[in-house]
């Protein structure tokens, strides 16, 4: 389990706690310091569902990063600016944002903004979820073309960012699900629960999913 932090902007450092752990720049560091990577390696289990959530509440700016991995950020509470390749956006309750591997971005301005952090590997669209990356609702959110083990450092220089929004009861059972997998994550052997775990993702994907096809 990983402990909160209240030093570092990066979501990684957010940790497990409930309900939500305030982070913000620390001394000095009110600039871009340069983009930042996060990798597999230190968010996921050495074994086990390659899965990560948190919830983490952002003050003020937050460090310019990218991941290896799909991230989807759900805005639960309070407001800021989301930056990515696209520009800028406000965003706050119900407001959602899906990144694929190498994609950049930050938030500024941050105002108490709570988010639930769904961070999951490329290794699970290539086993447990491989059938969903041609599923005619599921599909949309996952890149054309996964990039191999060898390439998962390098940086994206596609388009893979989508903005999308929950609202009502929707948003109520993705916010409760994702609060589920969460606990899962942190007091279970996730090698032992991989159904259980698999299973709320796909919960929560397949609201997303569906989302995304009513805004086309």
């Known amino acids: 389990m990983r402990d909160a932090s209240a030093s570092t902007s990066l979501t990684r450092f957010a940790g497990l706690q409930a309900p939500a752990v305030p982070i913000s720049l620390p001394p000095g560091r009110d600039q871009d310091v340069g983009l930042q990577r996060i990798t597999s390696a230190e968010l996921f289990p050495a074994a086990g569902v390659p899965l990560h959530?948190?919830?983490p509440?952002?003050?003020g700016d937050s460090?310019?990063?990218d991941h290896e991995f799909l991230e989807i950020a759900f805005m639960v509470d309070g407001h800021a600016v989301h930056r990515?390749?696209?520009g800028e956006q406000a965003v706050g309750r119900g407001d959602l944002?899906?990144?694929h591997p190498g994609q950049w971005h930050a938030y500024e301005k941050a105002h108490n903004l709570v988010i639930y952090n769904c961070c999951f590997g490329v290794d699970?669209?290539?086993r447990e979820l491989a059938w969903a990356r041609t599923d005619p609702v599921l599909g949309c959110l996952f890149p054309a073309r996964l990039p191999a083990a060898a390439d998962r450092a390098k940086r994206s220089a596609s388009q893979g960012v989508m903005?999308?929004?929950l609202e009502g009861d929707d948003f109520t059972r993705c916010l409760a699900e994702l609060e589920v997998l969460r606990v899962l994550l942190r007091g279970t052997d996730t090698a032992l629960a991989r159904g259980d775990i698999?299973?709320?993702l796909l919960l929560v994907l397949g609201l997303v999913a569906r989302a995304a096809a009513a805004d086309r």
């Open 84 to 86: 990515t390749i696209h």
């Open 57 to 59: 509440m952002h003050v």
């Open 198 to 200: 698999v299973a709320h």
């Open 97 to 99: 944002i899906l990144l």
């Open 124 to 126: 699970l669209l290539m």
């Open 53 to 55: 959530v948190n919830k």
């Open 63 to 65: 460090a310019l990063h």
């Open 163 to 165: 903005a999308l929004r």
